[in-house]
C-alpha cells in the first residue's frame, strides 16, 4: 500500500546487501514515519516482543527473517533449532510465528547446513510474498459483503477492531482489504476505527494507514461501538485474528468479544478476516486452549501522546497507587461469528465450514 504516493511493504530485504531486514517501527506511529534496519535474529525477536512490529501474519514473516539472520551467524541443526525457540518464544497468541517458523524448519532441516542460509531466504521471501497475495485475495472475496451493504443514499458504515490494516500484515491486511478493494472500486464507504486500548492499535496505526490512503474514517472511543451499532450506524463489522480454531472460535485483540456480543444484540453481521496461516488446525476450544498474552500493566495506566509542542510523551493516567491487569487478546466463540473471510473464499465459522474450503485437511 502506499504512503504519500511511495510504496511499502510492512517489511523488505535492504535493496543494496540483499540480506538486512527493514520493517517500519510500528511504535512511532503514527507521529514519525521510522524504518529499522534489522542485522541479527536478537534484533529480530527484539523488534516482535517490543511490538516495534506487531500483526500477526507480520509477526509470522519477521521471524521467518529473523531465523535468516540467525543462520548467518549459525546455520548448524543445534543453532538453528535453538534460535527458532527463542523467535517462537517472542509472543504467545498469535499461531502464524508458530506456522512461520515450523515452515521454514521443515524446508531448512532438509537442507544441508552450507544451503541453508540461500534457502532460508528463499523460504521467508515465499512466506512474504505469499502474505500479501492471500490478503489481496481476501479483499475481494470481502467485497462482495460490502457491495451487499450498499443501500441508495447512504454510504457503507464498516466498524473495525486494533489493526489489521497492511501494516499487520506483509500488505493489504485482512480486515481493511475488503475497505481498500471497495474504496478503489468507488464505494462510499466510512470507517468507524475503535482506539483499542490500552495500545492504541486503532487510533495511532489504523486510522494512520486509512488517512495514507484516502479512506473516510472516525476514531471512536471503544466503548462507543454498541451505541453506534443501536443507533443503526454500522453496517458490518470486520476484524482480523491472531488465531482461529479449527472450530471457527476467533481469537483476537481484547475488547474484540465486547463487539461481537454487541452485533449479534443489534444484528449487525460480525465477521473475521484471515490468511489460512492465522489457523490452528490443533486446537478446538478456544477460551479453553488459547494462550492470552499477559502484557504489562504499564500499558494500561500509562499513555503516550504528541504535546502541542511537538514532544512525545507518557504519562500515567490511573493514580499512582492502583494497580493494573493488561489480558492482550480475548475470544469470541464461533456461535457470535457471522462469517470469515479466507483467501479460498468466505465460509461458516464451524469445523464443516473451513473443512469445506481446506478439505485438505480433513
Ligand atoms: O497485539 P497486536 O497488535 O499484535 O494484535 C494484533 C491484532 O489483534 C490483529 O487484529 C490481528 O493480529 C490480526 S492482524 C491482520
Known sequence: MKIDGQAYRSVWLDADDRWSVHVIDQTKLPWALEILRLT????????????QIRGAPLIGAVAAYGLCLALRADASTDAMERDAALLNATRPTAINLRWAVERMLTRLRNTPQADRVAVAYDEAGLIADEDAAQNETIGRHGLKLIEAAIRPGRRVNVLTHCNAGWLAT?????????????????????????????????????????GKHGVPHTVVADNAGGHLMQHAQVDLIIVGADRVTRTGDVCNKIGTYL????ARDNNVPFWVALPSSTIDWTVSDGVAEIPIEERSGAEVTDM??????????????VSADSPAANPAFDVTPARLVTGLITERGRCDATADGLLGLFPERR
Open 170 to 210: 506483509v500488505d493489504w491486511g485482512t480486515a481493511l482489504s475488503p475497505i481498500y478493494t471497495a474504496f478503489n472500486a468507488g464505494i462510499d464507504i466510512h470507517v468507524w476505527v475503535d482506539e483499542t486500548r490500552p495500545r492504541n492499535q486503532g487510533a495511532a496505526l489504523t486510522a494512520w494507514e486509512l
Open 40 to 51: 541479527t535474529r536478537d534484533e529480530a525477536a527484539h523488534a516482535i516482543s517490543s511490538m
Open 304 to 317: 503516550t501522546g504528541r504535546l502541542a509542542d511537538g514532544t512525545i510523551a507518557t504519562m500515567r493516567v
Open 259 to 262: 463487539k461481537a456480543l454487541a
